[in-house]
Structure formats: structure tokens, C-alpha cells
């Protein structure tokens, strides 16, 4: 099944060179030609195909279906490069995913792969430092050289950029939520006791306050309405996480410096209700330390297709510049 989709603006990425990029999901797959102009066309959303056999060889394998479809759709635009941003541990360097528990690799080759696949030369990264990166060069992030991008939904995935640049860390960076919340909290899937996101994502607000409650709940925007309608115990789930998430970013703060920090993702939907006790308590939390602004992100769910699409610009214009990839 194939969903079409709005593109985002037509000319937010300005002239360059004609690429295709394609954002990874452990559900979907984001896919996209981008001509000279900046055009964002046929932008669509398919299902990521997972093969616990071959898993890399796969998705890769679907990509290269993707591309020719988009190809045969506007005859006459020809891709000099392509991105694809995948998600888990991603090493930029060498093009090597080097784990993704939701696709199913361990240190799969997936640039080279990609670049046989797809005849083109591959620029391969991280979605979510994709979609930071994104952020900075033409969303929230603008005119901030340190910046931490927050994605805060299901769980919670970041980006740094500092200096300008986006920075990975060997692929380890950014990792925020699987930092330590709280040493007697829940288990984190990843295997760690108190991650930050079993207590601040979306997905760990419906699923702490449906356990506490015995009352089941689609989502975080839930267990808010019930704590502004004075259920103490959503207020304290809610609380918790605010609180949680306030003191994970008064440590990056004290660390890092940054002058924005970018929020995102579905916990972001909430709007003032988060910006504001969450500011109020980031306040609390510092005392000389440079207080970040705090920014709702501005591109959404394309922020990831976007940093994909300028990284195979970027690729692009080293390669015709005589520069090595």
C-alpha cells in the first residue's frame, strides 16, 4: 500500500542538484525526487518491508523499486546523488548501519549496497540527526550554532548539532533517551534500568498512567486532558515527565551549552502545556548556566526526508567540486 501525501513547501530547499531521498522507517518508508529547483515531488510514504533473512538487502531492494517509480512519474529529471537515512546505531563514515533492532541488521553495509542498488553515489545517515540537521539549516534551528533537536514520541530520539555541524559521535551521539532518569525505574527495552524515555516519551506517559490508573488510553494528549480536568493521578504521570525531561536538558545544558533546544515529535502537540511547566522548570533547574531557548520544531514528520534530501546535495556538490566523498 502506497500513501501520497502533501510535499512540504515546493521551494523550502532552494536550487541545487536533482536527488532522491529516502527516510527508513521500522514502518514506512519516506521517499522523494527533488529537482534543480528545490521541488519537493512525489512524496509518499510505503510500507518498509522487514525480511528477517536478508533485512538490509531487502529495503535496499525496495528502494531501488522506489526510485524507478519515482523516476518513470517526472520523466526528465535525472539525480545526480541519493540519501537514506535509516534508523538505530548509524556510522556515517564507513555507510555501515551498525544496528537497527526494529529492521533486524547488525553491521550491514547498507551505503554500498544502496549505491549498486540505485547506480548512485549514496549519502547515508542517521534519520533523526537527518531531521536535525534539517531543522538547523531550514526549520527552527535556524541561526543557532549549538542546538540539541528533541523527537519526543513512541520514545525519545535526538540530534546535536554543534558548531553548525551535526555531530555523531561515531554513531553513539544523541542518545537522550536511553539516558539515565531514574536508577529504580522501569526496565527500557534497550536493556537499561530508568531510561529517560520510559518516563517522558508519549508512549511511556499512556503507558505508565494506564497502569497506574487500570484505565486504558490511546495516547499521551489523554492522560493531559485528564490532568487538566484535576486527575491527580495524570497530573503526577505528567508531572513526572516534565520533570524528567527538565532535568535530562538541565544536564545537556550544564555540558554542552546549547543555545536552543528543538522540540518535537507528538509530545510537542501539546503546545504550551509542555513548553510552559517544562520552561518554568528549566529555569528552576539552572543557575549561571546559558538557558537555551526553548523551540517547537517546525517541519514535522518531513524533517527527516528533508536532511536526507541536503545530505545528498551536499554529497553532490563535493563530488563536483573534485572533493572525496
Given at each position: 500500500?502506497?500513501?501520497?501525501?502533501?510535499?512540504?513547501?515546493?521551494?523550502?530547499?532552494?536550487?541545487?542538484?536533482?536527488?532522491?531521498?529516502?527516510?527508513?522507517?521500522?514502518?514506512?518508508?519516506k521517499s522523494a525526487l527533488v529537482d534543480a529547483s528545490g521541488r519537493v515531488l512525489g512524496?509518499?510514504?510505503?510500507?518498509?518491508?522487514?525480511?528477517?533473512?536478508?533485512?538490509?538487502?531487502?529495503?535496499?531492494?525496495?528502494?531501488?523499486?522506489?526510485?524507478?517509480?519515482?523516476?518513470?512519474?517526472?520523466?526528465?529529471?535525472?539525480?545526480?546523488?541519493?540519501?537514506?537515512?535509516?534508523?538505530?546505531?548509524?556510522?556515517?563514515?564507513?555507510?555501515?548501519?551498525?544496528?537497527?533492532?526494529?529492521?533486524?541488521?547488525?553491521?550491514?553495509?547498507?551505503?554500498?549496497?544502496?549505491?549498486?542498488?540505485?547506480?548512485?553515489?549514496?549519502?547515508?545517515?542517521?534519520?533523526?540527526?537527518?531531521?536535525?540537521?534539517?531543522?538547523?539549516?531550514?526549520?527552527?534551528?535556524?541561526?543557532?550554532?549549538?542546538?540539541?533537536?528533541?523527537?519526543?514520541?513512541?520514545?525519545?530520539?535526538?540530534?546535536?548539532?554543534?558548531?553548525?555541524?551535526?555531530?555523531?559521535?561515531?554513531?553513539?551521539?544523541g542518545e537522550i533517551g536511553h539516558s539515565l532518569a531514574d536508577p529504580l525505574g522501569e526496565?527500557?527495552?534497550?536493556?537499561?534500568?530508568?531510561?529517560?524515555?520510559?518516563?517522558?516519551?508519549?508512549?511511556?506517559?499512556?503507558?505508565?498512567?494506564?497502569?497506574?490508573?487500570?484505565?486504558?488510553?490511546?495516547?499521551?494528549?489523554?492522560?493531559?486532558?485528564?490532568?487538566?480536568?484535576?486527575?491527580?493521578?495524570?497530573?503526577?504521570?505528567?508531572?513526572?515527565?516534565?520533570?524528567?525531561?527538565?532535568?535530562?536538558?538541565?544536564?545537556?545544558?550544564?555540558?554542552?551549552?546549547?543555545?536552543?533546544?528543538?522540540?518535537?515529535?507528538?509530545?510537542?502537540?501539546?503546545?504550551?502545556?509542555?513548553?510552559?511547566?517544562?520552561?518554568?522548570?528549566?529555569?528552576?533547574?539552572?543557575?549561571?548556566?546559558?538557558?537555551?531557548?526553548?523551540?517547537?520544531?517546525?517541519?514535522?514528520?518531513?524533517?527527516?526526508?528533508?536532511?536526507?534530501?541536503?545530505?545528498?546535495?551536499?554529497?553532490?556538490?563535493?563530488?563536483?567540486?573534485?572533493?572525496?566523498?
Amino acid at each position: 500500500m502506497m500513501i501520497e501525501h502533501p510535499a512540504p513547501d515546493a521551494t523550502r530547499l532552494g536550487p541545487g542538484h536533482a536527488v532522491l531521498a529516502f527516510d527508513v522507517g521500522g514502518t514506512d518508508t519516506k521517499s522523494a525526487l527533488v529537482d534543480a529547483s528545490g521541488r519537493v515531488l512525489g512524496l509518499r510514504r510505503t510500507p518498509t518491508p522487514l525480511d528477517s533473512a536478508d533485512p538490509a538487502g531487502t529495503i535496499v531492494a525496495s528502494l531501488a523499486v522506489l526510485a524507478r517509480e519515482h523516476l518513470a512519474a517526472v520523466p526528465g529529471i535525472v539525480p545526480v546523488a541519493a540519501g537514506v537515512s535509516v534508523p538505530g546505531l548509524v556510522d556515517e563514515q564507513t555507510g555501515v548501519g551498525m544496528f537497527a533492532s526494529n529492521l533486524g541488521w547488525r553491521d550491514a553495509p547498507i551505503r554500498s549496497l544502496a549505491e549498486t542498488a540505485l547506480g548512485l553515489p549514496v549519502a547515508f545517515g542517521h534519520d533523526v540527526r537527518a531531521a536535525g540537521d534539517a531543522e538547523h539549516r531550514l526549520g527552527a534551528a535556524r541561526g543557532y550554532g549549538d542546538v540539541v533537536v528533541l523527537a519526543i514520541g513512541t520514545g525519545i530520539a535526538s540530534a546535536l548539532v554543534l558548531g553548525g555541524r551535526p555531530y555523531a559521535g561515531g554513531g553513539f551521539a544523541g542518545e537522550i533517551g536511553h539516558s539515565l532518569a531514574d536508577p529504580l525505574g522501569e526496565r527500557c527495552p534497550c536493556g537499561a534500568i530508568g531510561c529517560l524515555e520510559t518516563i517522558a516519551s508519549a508512549g511511556a506517559i499512556a503507558r505508565r498512567y494506564s497502569a497506574a490508573s487500570g484505565t486504558p488510553v490511546g495516547g499521551a494528549r489523554e492522560v493531559l486532558d485528564a490532568a487538566t480536568a484535576g486527575d491527580p493521578l495524570a497530573r503526577r504521570v505528567w508531572d513526572d515527565a516534565v520533570e524528567a525531561l527538565a532535568e535530562a536538558i538541565a544536564r545537556l545544558v550544564a555540558i554542552l551549552a546549547p543555545e536552543a533546544v528543538v522540540i518535537g515529535g507528538g509530545l510537542a502537540q501539546a503546545g504550551p502545556a509542555l513548553f510552559g511547566p517544562l520552561g518554568a522548570r528549566l529555569d528552576a533547574l539552572l543557575s549561571f548556566h546559558r538557558r537555551p531557548a526553548l523551540v517547537h520544531a517546525e517541519l514535522g514528520d518531513d524533517a527527516g526526508l528533508l536532511g536526507t534530501a541536503l545530505a545528498a546535495r551536499d554529497l553532490a556538490a563535493v563530488r563536483r567540486d573534485g572533493g572525496a566523498a
